[in-house]
């Protein structure tokens, strides 16, 4: 088994590299054993795993309306088309 095979193995299977079939595995436990690479790659998919499997981020109480009160405070008053024909020569 070379790197590529091996990455798309992971991409497949997971990166628990225990799961997959007696085949797979045993050439995976081979090469991981000789191949730096395929370590980062494993810790990789692992990372993503753990990422995604995580509690999603919940954003403050009243952060969205804070938001949208200082997007209101900032932005002119008039309406952007009339503000472009008030700066062109007429």
């Known amino acids: 088994m070379d790197v590529k095979e091996f990455e798309d193995l992971i991409d497949r299977l997971g990166e628990d590299v225990s799961q997959w079939p007696a085949e797979q595995r045993e050439a995976a436990s ?8 395929a370590v980062r ?8 795993r753990e990422a995604l499997a995580s509690p ?3 954003a403050p109480a009243g952060l969205a ?18 503000a ?7």
């Open 30 to 37: 081979d090469l991981l054993a000789t191949s730096s690479e």
């Open 41 to 48: 790659l494993v810790s990789g998919a692992r990372l993503v």
């Open 56 to 58: 999603p981020v919940r």
């Open 65 to 82: 309306g804070r938001i949208l009160a200082e997007a209101k405070r900032l932005t002119p008053e008039e309406p952007a088309s009339a």
């Open 84 to 90: 472009a024909d008030a700066h062109q020569p007429g």
